[in-house]
């Protein structure tokens, strides 16, 4: 989203408080200016990025990406904290959002809002595949690189380039940890007002998020309130057991708070900085009655098979679906056929007769998509012995409750979709690409070969 009318007023006030902060005495880094043209998920685009290396930067340095450029006014801060040994030394990134222009120069259009407020994995994608390569290039003559290990990395931004940090975080929890978020947009734009009840649902990450936002943020109310929906983030994010804090002020939607805000930020985002960071332990009691507390995702040995569950046949002898068709499944007690449905986020759920026959389909169980695209047409699926429904997804398993509702989502180790999926035992097989991954469950599959059984219901609460 735009900034307000005051937004330039605002910056020089900030940066002449930012000032006053300052600690006196320490040395200044360095800074390169490049840019980044035409990148593959942005056609067209171009971009500004500059890179600051603070002092006794080495081959080992932390990193910070800041969306929308230095819009913090962060340089002078991060010499000074690390001078005065309150984060590692660091290398800091700033990127500003793409514009396609015209051969005489002019903007045609304005790419921020579609890569920043969005949940998909363009800009991820750009970061990691794109940014941070050209980074490394950029330091090599230096003789400075970048830690690998993603404790080391944080992002920070403000408005669609808060959001944007999160994004990136929770979406590459394998390259990025610390997030400091200012009026971050989780609004009705792009899908963001979506977060707090995928926060909920998904499996908790490791990561360490600072919040900051006034209680008159409300930039465009047509999108919705913005304080409002950065207190359902935190309330989800402390549900789930994440490392959170925030910073509420009587402010607007305004960079003038989140440069105040930032050195603080930064000292509890990086404060500990040398011990690890770990993921916490949701309250959702879905995911407690699945994940063995300390197990994850593995990668699996050997050679694993994949069954296409597009055709099914039962202990009874009834067979359902037909090859190359849709995803079936079927529920223990051999009643309930799930079949998914083409270009759609539905599952077609269907009662199954004593003479095999199906009636009553209904649309039943709902999955989220934050790709908004219709391109997958089969899903694995399979029940455990609860009546639980397993689907693989784009953004993971994903778990319905026996009223068709999506209780808990388990993603792959940097956010990989599921391509093929199997329960087996308490074993929980995923496939993406050439890569097998298996975790151990608090649960056991069920096979439609198996004798039927009535699991114990849920009721319809």
């Not at 009840?197 to 465009?220: M, S």
């Not at 050679?303 to 679906?321: A, H, I, Q, R, Y």
């Not at 090859?323 to 449905?341: C, F, M, N, Y």
Request: charged share 20%; net charge negative; proline share 5%.
């Amino acid at each position: 989203m735009a900034w307000n009318g005051s937004y330039i007023k605002n910056v020089f006030s900030a940066i002449a408080l930012l000032l006053s902060l300052c600690a006196d005495g320490f040395a200044a880094g360095r800074l390169l200016t490049d840019s980044v043209l035409n990148p593959l998920m942005f056609p067209g685009t171009e971009r500004s990025v500059s890179v600051y290396a603070t002092e006794r930067c080495g081959g080992e340095s932390a990193l910070l990406l800041c969306f929308d450029g230095d819009v913090f006014a962060s340089k002078a801060v991060l010499d000074s904290l690390v001078a005065n040994g309150a984060m590692p030394p660091v290398v800091a990134v700033f990127v500003n959002p793409g514009v396609v222009r015209n051969s005489d120069g002019a903007a045609v259009r304005y790419n921020r809002s579609n890569e920043f407020d969005a949940l998909t994995g363009g800009m991820p994608d750009f970061v990691v595949d794109v940014l941070l390569p050209k980074v490394g290039r950029m330091l090599s003559p230096l003789g400075i690189g970048i830690s690998a290990n993603p404790d080391m990395h944080a992002v920070a931004g403000a408005s669609s380039g808060g959001i944007a940090a999160f994004t990136l975080a929770w979406r590459r929890p394998d390259v990025f940890r610390r997030v400091y978020c200012s009026v971050g947009t989780f609004v009705a734009m792009r899908g963001g007002d979506g977060y707090p009840a995928l926060v909920r649902k998904t499996e908790p990450k490791p990561l360490r998020i600072f919040l900051h936002d006034g209680r008159n943020d409300a930039w465009n109310p047509l999108f919705g309130h913005w304080f409002d929906y950065n207190q359902l983030m935190e309330s989800a994010l402390r549900f789930a057991g994440y490392d959170v804090a925030h910073s509420w002020d009587d402010g607007g939607h305004s960079i003038r708070g989140g440069i105040r805000e930032f050195p603080k930020a930064m000292e509890w985002l990086w404060r500990d900085w040398t011990e690890p960071l770990s993921a916490g332990r949701s309250q959702n009691d879905m995911l407690q009655s699945l994940v063995v507390e300390g197990e994850g995702w593995e990668v699996a040995d050997g050679k694993v098979e994949f069954p296409d569950n597009s055709l099914m046949k039962t202990s009874e002898g009834f067979v359902f679906g037909e090859k190359g068709g849709q995803s079936t499944a079927i529920s223990p007690d051999h009643r309930v056929l799930v079949e998914a449905e083409r270009n759609s986020d539905w599952l077609v759920a269907g009662i199954v007769a004593a003479d095999g026959s199906v009636a009553c389909r209904q649309r039943f169980y709902w999955l989220h998509n934050v790709e908004h695209c219709a391109d997958t047409t089969v899903r694995q699926m399979t029940f455990d012995i609860r009546g639980n429904l397993f689907v693989a997804t784009n953004m993971g398993v994903q778990v319905c409750d026996q009223n068709g509702r999506v209780r808990a989502i388990l993603p792959l180790p940097g956010g990989a979709a599921v391509e093929a999926m199997k329960l087996v035992g308490d074993r929980l097989y995923a496939k993406s690409g050439a890569t097998v991954y298996v975790r151990r469950l608090k649960t056991v599959g069920c096979s439609p070969s198996e004798s039927p059984f009535k699991p114990v219901s849920q009721g319809q609460g």
